[in-house]
């Protein structure tokens, strides 16, 4: 009989193709609304192989429940809504899938920081209030990024090409932190390592790129922000739980930093009242980060490969747990 896969939301069809082409039985959850606890794990209980999404709470009750599972292929770079520690107890192999939404994550924050730098989204907005009135010599001035420092927090995959583009795009001087130094990346971006409090110190820009582990949770808070310089602007496109989202409004509003730009929020979603989104210096983006039909295209293939891969050959493409495959 075909092993059963249980695709959790509507994603590009190659996720469903690729694997029905390899002889899967594939159900994929129809409705565009994220799956309740109760739905999915009605279904998954019907299912030996679960493709999720980041918006699936997989926490160890879930596993308890559903251990009978071969494998879960996430269709996202980041496992937060994972209990890993959990899936590895029951010798469940985590898939995700890196690298194919890196370029577009990058593109955002480098959006974000050109937006930021020039209040992009607070004119645009002027404009539809119709407060677009004449030429003003001395209002609403940015500043320019050339030669400026960028700081990364997390240099990975998202983190260096972010470091590239600004360093080829400005001439920026790149700094950055990570649990651990990474040589090869040092020499591919040619950043800089440095502590994590000279990264606050130094950074004109400091752009997040790491994962959300309860090492990084609420990292950037009020402490961290005061920190900074009064002209830096602070880029997340990582997790909104990296930051301390009120801390962040009051570093804002007492202008102990210049501005931020965020593609991830603290909860998401924002809502509109949000006082984040009527700061001339802020630009709020809707988690968009590996929005682009390349990307999710990429990701839907490396889902589907990581399950075809493990069934045919007892290894995934990109696993995350490598300690359940034993030797
Ligand atoms: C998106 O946020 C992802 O983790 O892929």
């Given at each position: 009989?075909?092993?059963?896969?249980?695709?959790?939301?509507?994603?590009?069809?190659?996720?469903?193709?690729?694997?029905?082409?390899?002889?899967?039985?594939?159900?994929?959850?129809?409705?565009?609304?994220?799956?309740?606890?109760?739905?999915?794990?009605?279904?998954?209980?019907?299912?030996?192989?679960?493709?999720?999404?980041?918006?699936?709470?997989?926490?160890?009750?879930?596993?308890?429940?559903?251990?009978?599972?071969?494998?879960?292929?996430?269709?996202?770079?980041?496992?937060?809504?994972?209990?890993?520690?959990?899936?590895?107890?029951?010798?469940?192999?985590?898939?995700?899938?890196?690298?194919?939404?890196?370029?577009?994550?990058?593109?955002?924050?480098?959006?974000?920081?050109?937006?930021?730098?020039?209040?992009?989204?607070?004119?645009?907005?002027q404009i539809?209030?119709?407060?677009?009135?004449?030429?003003?010599?001395?209002?609403?001035?940015?500043?320019?990024?050339?030669?400026?420092?960028?700081?990364?927090?997390?240099?990975?995959?998202?983190?260096?090409?972010?470091?590239?583009?600004?360093?080829?795009?400005y001439?920026?001087?790149?700094?950055?932190?990570?649990?651990?130094r990474?040589?090869?990346?040092?020499?591919?971006?040619?950043?800089?390592?440095?502590?994590?409090?000279?990264?606050?110190?130094?950074?004109?820009?400091?752009?997040?790129?790491c994962?959300?582990?309860?090492?990084?949770?609420?990292?950037?808070?009020?402490?961290?922000?005061?920190?900074?310089?009064?002209?830096?602007?602070?880029?997340?496109?990582?997790?909104?739980?990296?930051?301390?989202?009120?801390?962040?409004?009051?570093?804002?509003?007492?202008?102990?930093?210049?501005?931020?730009?965020?593609?991830?929020?603290?909860?998401e979603?924002?809502?509109?009242?949000?006082?984040?989104l009527?700061?001339?210096?802020?630009?709020?983006?809707?988690?968009?980060?590996?929005?682009?039909?390349?990307?999710?295209?990429?990701?839907?293939?490396?889902?589907a490969?990581?399950?075809?891969?493990?069934?045919k050959?007892?290894?995934?493409?990109?696993?995350?747990?490598?300690?359940?495959?034993?030797?």
């Amino acid at each position: 009989m075909s092993k059963k896969i249980l695709i959790t939301r509507i994603i590009p069809a190659i996720a469903g193709d690729l694997l029905k082409q390899a002889g899967f039985d594939v159900t994929v959850w129809p409705s565009d609304k994220p799956m309740t606890k109760e739905e999915l794990i009605e279904h998954t209980l019907q299912a030996d192989a679960l493709l999720s999404l980041g918006s699936n709470k997989l926490d160890r009750s879930f596993f308890e429940t559903c251990k009978h599972l071969d494998i879960v292929s996430q269709f996202a770079v980041g496992y937060d809504n994972i209990d890993v520690a959990a899936a590895t107890n029951f010798k469940i192999p985590v898939c995700n899938t890196p690298d194919v939404l890196s370029e577009a994550t990058a593109d955002v924050a480098f959006g974000l920081m050109i937006n930021v730098s020039r209040k992009m989204f607070y004119h645009h907005k002027q404009i539809l209030k119709d407060e677009w009135k004449q030429f003003e010599p001395l209002k609403n001035l940015g500043f320019e990024l050339s030669g400026k420092t960028l700081g990364i927090f997390g240099l990975g995959r998202i983190g260096s090409i972010m470091a590239q583009r600004c360093k080829g795009a400005y001439g920026m001087d790149v700094i950055y932190h990570n649990r651990k130094r990474n040589p090869e990346l040092e020499t591919k971006t040619g950043a800089r390592y440095v502590d994590f409090d000279t990264l606050l110190r130094e950074s004109d820009v400091l752009s997040v790129h790491c994962a959300l582990t309860p090492e990084t949770r609420g990292l950037f808070d009020k402490q961290a922000f005061s920190k900074m310089k009064k002209t830096a602007v602070f880029i997340n496109t990582a997790r909104g739980g990296v930051h301390n989202e009120t801390d962040l409004i009051e570093a804002l509003q007492n202008k102990t930093i210049w501005g931020a730009g965020l593609d991830v929020t603290n909860p998401e979603p924002m809502r509109a009242d949000n006082p984040l989104l009527e700061m001339p210096n802020v630009a709020v983006l809707p988690h968009i980060g590996s929005a682009t039909i390349e990307a999710r295209t990429g990701m839907a293939r490396l889902a589907a490969e990581n399950i075809i891969s493990f069934y045919k050959t007892g290894k995934p493409v990109t696993i995350v747990n490598p300690e359940v495959l034993g030797s």
